[in-house]
């Protein structure tokens, strides 16, 4: 069964160049170019722990720095999820995950809501993976919950690693996210919110 919960969307600015495709009820597979391998690596995570089928074809102005293009995809990103709730009529809402790797832990919790926020607390115990600015992160999150509209907390609990506190990030907000979209067959066609509207 093909799912209607699909979108793609462009961003094109001076500073990136952005398409993106996603289908919420897919099995987890994503193909990614934006020049930053380890964000690639979350992204990856993201799909795979959300079932959520992700294709980004992203370009930026890297001499300057990743900034721009992890941000604009996590706008991007936040937009086709927006358009592909639609309504939001017969999902659960909400979602949370626990996921650890190794010595790091993280818990990420979403509420559909209608209301962009981001609580977002990460001590890295390193500035950079590699050539990447983990600080970086907070900007993809911040992008993402302003253009989705959704209320997003996200929290490291423990980690020595800086690889392992990011990507168990990722794969709790994959899974936070998989659960909240998941469609509740008992309010089928009803919006989850006593307002009436998302």
Not at 34 to 61: C, S, V, W, Y
Request: with cysteine; proline share 3%.
């Amino acid at each position: 069964m093909q799912s209607d919960r699909t979108a793609k969307v462009t961003r094109d600015t001076k500073e990136t160049q952005i398409k993106l495709a996603l289908n919420l009820d897919g099995s987890g597979a994503s193909k990614l170019v934006t020049g930053l391998p380890f964000f690639e690596h979350m992204l990856t995570q993201l799909a795979r722990h959300g079932l959520i089928d992700l294709t980004i074809t992203a370009k930026g102005d890297l001499e300057v720095d990743a900034h721009h293009t992890v941000e604009d995809v996590g706008i991007v990103l936040g937009q086709a999820l927006n358009q592909a709730l639609g309504d939001k009529a017969g999902i659960y809402r909400y979602g949370h995950a626990y996921v650890p790797l190794d010595e790091a832990l993280s818990r990420a919790v979403i509420d559909l809501s209608g209301r962009p926020g981001l609580e977002y607390r990460c001590n890295y115990v390193r500035p950079r993976v590699g050539d990447f600015d983990v600080d970086l992160l907070h900007e993809f999150f911040q992008g993402f919950v302003n253009h989705a509209q959704v209320t997003v907390h996200l929290d490291n609990l423990c980690g020595t690693n800086a690889h392992h506190q990011a990507e168990t990030l990722f794969k709790a907000f994959g899974r936070a996210l998989r659960m909240a979209v998941t469609r509740d067959p008992r309010i089928e066609g009803q919006v989850p919110s006593t307002k009436g509207t998302l």
